[in-house]
């Protein structure tokens, strides 16, 4: 349990860096980042029920593509889920947002688990 809060405020501080980034991508709050980390962060929990060698095999096949279509799908999905979370070029920001967000929470959890907070 406290992983999973871990996890839900690196998605929000994750959301909030990218909201200044020029992508497309508007958070209002910290409070709307947390929601929304947490929305993420519940999706993205639902794909770990898969076994792991159902997820490395479509991964593999399809190149990557099916993680990073989930991964825009589930960012469209709390945009439109959440008031203050929004996307305002669509789809093209959905892409950008999700491909940044990966990037961007990597970097946090690799610090994260570098100086110990993290397993």
């Excluded at 997820?55 to 945009?79: D, E, H, K, M, R």
Aim: glycine content about 12%; overall charge neutral; proline content about 3%.
């Amino acid at each position: 349990m406290i992983g999973f809060l871990i996890s839900i405020v690196v998605l929000a501080i994750s959301l909030l860096i990218i909201s200044k980034l020029p992508l497309g991508v508007d958070v209002d709050n910290p409070v709307i980042a947390l929601v929304a980390g947490g929305i993420i962060g519940a999706f993205n929990g639902i794909w770990s029920l898969f076994p792991g060698w159902f997820t490395t095999t479509t991964a593999v096949i399809s190149l990557g593509l099916i993680p990073l279509i989930g991964s825009i799908i589930v960012f469209g999905l709390t945009a439109m889920l959440i008031q203050g979370f929004r996307l305002r070029w669509g789809i093209g920001s959905a892409i950008l947002g999700a491909i940044a967000l990966s990037i961007v929470n990597s970097i946090l959890v690799t610090i994260l688990q570098s100086i110990g907070l993290i397993a």
